[in-house]
């Protein structure tokens, strides 16, 4: 069996530094005057770095620091590690039971071998337009803490992202995510579209409803693989939120994703077949959002 020759190139020689405390990364990043990539599972910047696509002269790795693999719910607020595993995420009986959508996107994430190697903070740091945990977070007003030289600060996921593979982070490292607890008759659920098992996604998508009887007290929809960054369909959303949901709301809020997103054609699928099928996500995930909303 022969392998395409670009997989067997080798990695272009680095320094490795592992430091022990997220105090000590920061002051190595620092001192490198942030030329340095930050190694978390390794997913996605080894086979990189294996492709010359990144040639870091540095690399910190994040394996030894400690205070980075927790998940813990305290004052209404789940905090999660960065290094938190997807599996670690899956096998959690707190993320499975509260927290649905984000578990049913830990369930069609790449292959076991991924899901125990791949961190939570390494997929919102990827900064991937299709990036699976990032939708279900986005619905759950999820903020990343920041740490760097100056000290923390929060961003909401929302805007950390500034276009494929970019992001907000200056010279700093995601220490953990920060999830504000659903409320009551909240309701959540996540699908992605793919070509075949273990591949990313054409487009992904979680929506979070909270309802009052068959009312839609609030509404959050958010997708992914369908513009440069993980969006959140606003207008979408209005179309749904204050209303009855049934559905006449449904099919209404199905036809007006498709004109606030940009996908585009590209070796995973057409910009056509994406638009398609964000409409019938929404569609499907609205319905049942609302129905498990009616279910706690
Ligand atoms: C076969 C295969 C299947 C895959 N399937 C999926 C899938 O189904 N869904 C999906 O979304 N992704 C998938 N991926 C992509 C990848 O596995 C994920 O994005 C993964 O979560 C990356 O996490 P990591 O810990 O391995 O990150 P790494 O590879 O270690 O890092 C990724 C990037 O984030 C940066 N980084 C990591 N952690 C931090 C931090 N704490 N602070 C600052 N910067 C940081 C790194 O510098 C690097 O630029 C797949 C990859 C492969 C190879």
Redesign the pocket.
């Known amino acids: 069996m022969s392998f395409p020759q670009e997989l067997t190139k080798s990695i272009k020689i680095f320094r490795y530094f592992s430091p022990r405390t997220l105090k000590e990364a920061i002051s190595i990043l620092e001192e490198l005057h942030g030329n340095a ?12 770095m294996k492709l010359h696509r ?1 040639t870091p002269q540095n690399v910190i790795s ?1 394996r030894n620091v400690v205070g ?1 693999g927790h998940i813990r719910e305290t004052n209404l607020t789940l905090k999660i590690g ?2 938190r ?2 599996s670690e995420m899956q096998q959690s009986d707190l993320v499975r039971e509260r927290y649905t959508s984000l578990y049913e ?1 830990t369930k ?4 076991p ?2 899901r125990n ?12 337009p ?5 939708p279900p977070l986005i619905t759950l007003d999820s903020r990343v803490n ?1 740490v760097g030289p100056n000290g923390e600060r929060e961003v909401l996921l929302e805007e950390f992202f500034t276009g494929p ?1 970019e992001n907000a ?1 200056n010279g ?4 953990e995510i920060i999830v504000p607890s659903p409320p009551a008759r909240c309701g959540m659920a996540f699908r ?1 579209v ?1 070509r075949a098992s ?4 054409k487009v ?1 998508c979680a929506v979070k409803i909270v309802s009052r009887d068959r009312i839609c007290d609030d509404v959050r929809i958010a997708i ?1 693989g369908v513009a440069d960054t993980p969006i959140r369909a606003r207008r979408t959303e209005e179309i749904i939120r204050g209303r009855e949901v049934n559905k006449d709301v449904i099919n209404e809020a199905a036809l007006a994703v498709t004109k606030e997103i940009a996908p585009i054609t590209d070796v995973r699928s057409t910009a056509q077949y994406r638009a398609h099928i964000t409409s019938v996500l929404v569609s499907n995930l609205t319905a049942l959002a609302f129905h498990r909303s009616t279910q706690v």
């Open positions: 990539k930050i190694l978390a599972g390794g997913t996605d910047l080894l086979p990189m990144v994040l980075l960065a290094l595993t997807i996107a069609t994430f790449g292959t071998q991924i190697m791949a961190s939570i903070g390494g997929n919102i740091c990827r900064s991937s299709s990036a699976d945990m990032v920041l593979g982070l700093e490292i995601l220490k992605k793919m273990a591949d990313l996604a992904n992914g």
